[in-house]
């Protein structure tokens, strides 16, 4: 079959990554996936079409029943284009973190300061 469709429009409906979410630790029925929706059966069906075409989930017949399952190869491509993201935004994290333990040393250096200058009131001398 013939992809019309590529991982990232199908993973942009958020009615689709709950399907995703739900079937992605086991497979399910599609009545049971529909159970988890407040919309019709055919919108769900017409969501699971699309990742199927995708190649995200896969779609096995086991007598009566339809039973889908999660194909997290073919979600690759989507980990592989978030990564440059997530390098990112960790080497933005760990700077922040790095700022943050800075003025945090800078902090107690000054507390350091503060607590010698001030003047010892209980000396021998004023008893």
Not at 26 to 38: C, E, V, Y
């Amino acid at each position: 079959m013939e992809t019309r469709r590529d991982v990232f429009q199908a993973i942009a409906d958020p009615t689709r990554r709950q399907i995703i979410n739900l079937i992605v630790h086991q497979s399910m029925n599609l009545n049971a996936i529909a159970d988890n929706f407040d919309v019709s059966r055919p919108a769900i069906s017409n969501h699971i079409k699309i990742l199927n075409e995708c190649g995200i989930i896969s779609i096995e017949q086991v007598g009566r029943e339809r039973y889908c399952k999660i194909e997290p190869a073919n979600l690759r491509v989507v980990a592989d284009w978030v990564e440059p993201f997530r390098a990112l935004w960790e080497q933005k994290l760990d700077s922040f973190e790095n700022y943050l333990n800075e003025l945090q040393s800078k902090q107690k250096k000054n507390e350091k300061a503060k607590r010698n200058k001030q003047p010892n009131i209980n000396t021998k001398k004023d008893l």
